[in-house]
């Protein structure tokens, strides 16, 4: 079956452009979460929805990340006047339900920013 | 606060040797542990995961993995490596008692030699 995707695959901005990035999670999953991978590093934890419930947003590294997922399924990460340091991989995960389900992880955004 | 901690961010085995990748962990609670490959230019992919009870975890393509607490280590091993196994591998924990949001440590790079 259709696992977790993401668009777009790679993302070029200009320092100071507005970003958005679109998960589309498994089917059915009632979790979804948002993780920064920097160039070397593990993947870090930015935010966690159950359906439509931001529940967790404790890992989003400034008031310009913003994420969304207004229907409980689709979810979109968006990026105010990004910044160099923005640049990463962002990974979206699903699970179909909550607390320590296994998560399945899209293949991720590569957004740089110059 | 939860921290994971993987021992050699480059590992190189022969073909047919031992893969021995170390992951320790810091957890004020028993908590969930996972281990994670990433092919390049694809999301993470579930190896295996511990929850609770047998302390040895066996998953998918021959990895194995045990939990000891008293060393709070979660190593993962394989008795043969093949090729095939040249990958990132990812230590994650996630506490018990959150929203699954998973802490991940920073990662193994398995260089299999012919």
């Known amino acids: 079956g259709a696992g977790v995707s993401q668009s777009p695959r790679y993302k070029v901005a200009k320092r100071g452009q507005d970003v958005a990035l679109r998960c589309d999670p498994i089917?059915?999953?009632?979790?979804l979460f948002w993780y920064q991978q920097a160039l070397g590093q593990g993947p870090e934890f930015l935010t966690y929805f159950q359906n439509e419930a931001q529940l967790d947003k404790s890992g989003l590294p400034s008031d310009r990340f913003f994420a969304e997922r207004p229907e409980g399924s689709v979810s979109t990460l968006k990026i105010q006047r990004t910044q160099q340091e923005d640049s990463a991989v962002y990974l979206c995960?699903?699970?179909?339900?909550?607390?320590?389900?296994?998560?399945?992880f899209g293949p991720g955004t590569r957004l740089l920013v110059l | 606060a939860q921290s994971v901690t993987q021992l050699g961010s480059h590992v190189s085995v022969s073909e047919g040797a031992l893969v021995l990748l170390r992951c320790n962990y810091s957890s004020s609670v028993p908590p969930y542990l996972f281990w994670y490959v990433q092919y390049p230019n694809q999301g993470l992919q579930l190896l295996l995961k511990?929850?609770?009870?047998?302390?040895l975890v066996k998953g998918i393509n021959g990895f194995e993995a045990e939990f000891k607490k008293s060393e709070t280590s979660f190593h993962l091993t394989k008795p043969s490596a093949h090729m095939s196994d040249a990958a990132e591998y990812f230590c994650?924990?996630?506490?018990?008692?959150?929203?699954?949001?998973?802490?991940f440590g920073q990662g193994t790079t398995l260089q299999v030699k012919p």
């Open positions: 994650a924990v996630s506490p018990s008692s959150n929203t699954g949001k998973l802490i």
């Open positions: 995960a699903s699970s179909y339900g909550t607390f320590q389900e296994t998560q399945y």
């Open positions: 089917s059915g999953h009632v979790s």
């Open positions: 511990y929850t609770t009870g047998a302390t």
